[in-house]
């Protein structure tokens, strides 16, 4: 069961993530909203998605541990994890910036002296795409937990499979 301090601050970590990313895309002229409005509704929407959409619903907030394996690293360790929000699985369903959060802007033939510059740069920028469009599906179908100590002192934090991971509840 999640508790109000770790929702909070699930609430602040996708709040302060969200903010930069839409300071990066924020364009006045598109947008009727400040950049905190925006990053406060998307939050608020991020939260609603985990916690109502399958399969995130099964299991965020939830305690977990890794499966057949100790807890932590070397010089690091953990006594539980926390499922956390995955923001990547929410910008896969909804795409809310409407390419992605992360996707960068396609070269404009105007900032090119040669048309083979042109399209050099329009090949590395969709091998670019290509790439980022590959990694998130795959962080999309993972969970985001941030690993606490016996005292609740977040640790670190990781992506990891759902079947590396055992619930503690």
């Keep these: 069961m999640m508790t109000q301090e770790f929702f909070e601050s699930e609430v602040a970590r996708l709040r302060e993530l969200l903010n930069q990313k839409c300071e990066k895309y ?13 990053a406060e509704g998307l939050t608020e929407d991020v939260i609603s998605f985990n916690i109502e959409e399958e399969p995130m619903s099964d299991i965020f ?18 006594c539980y994890g926390i499922v956390g929000a995955n923001l990547f699985f929410y910008d896969d369903k909804n795409k809310p910036l409407f390419y992605g959060l992360d ?25 670019n795409e290509n790439q980022q469009y590959e990694r998130r599906k ?4 993972t ?3 941030r690993w606490f ?3 609740g002192n977040q640790q670190c934090q ?3 499979d759902s079947d590396t991971l055992v619930s503690l509840e």
């Design 26 to 38: 924020y364009d006045p002229d598109a947008v009727y909203t400040t950049v905190s409005e925006w």
């Design 143 to 145: 969970l985001f937990v």
């Design 149 to 151: 100590d016996k005292n």
């Design 61 to 78: 907030g939830n305690k977990v541990r890794l499966k057949n394996s100790g807890q932590g690293t070397e010089g690091v360790i953990v």
């Design 138 to 141: 795959q962080l999309a179908g």
């Design 103 to 127: 996707h960068t802007h396609r070269p404009m033939r105007s900032d090119y002296d040669t048309d083979e510059q042109y399209r050099e740069a329009v090949q590395q920028h969709n091998a």
């Design 158 to 160: 990781g992506w990891h």
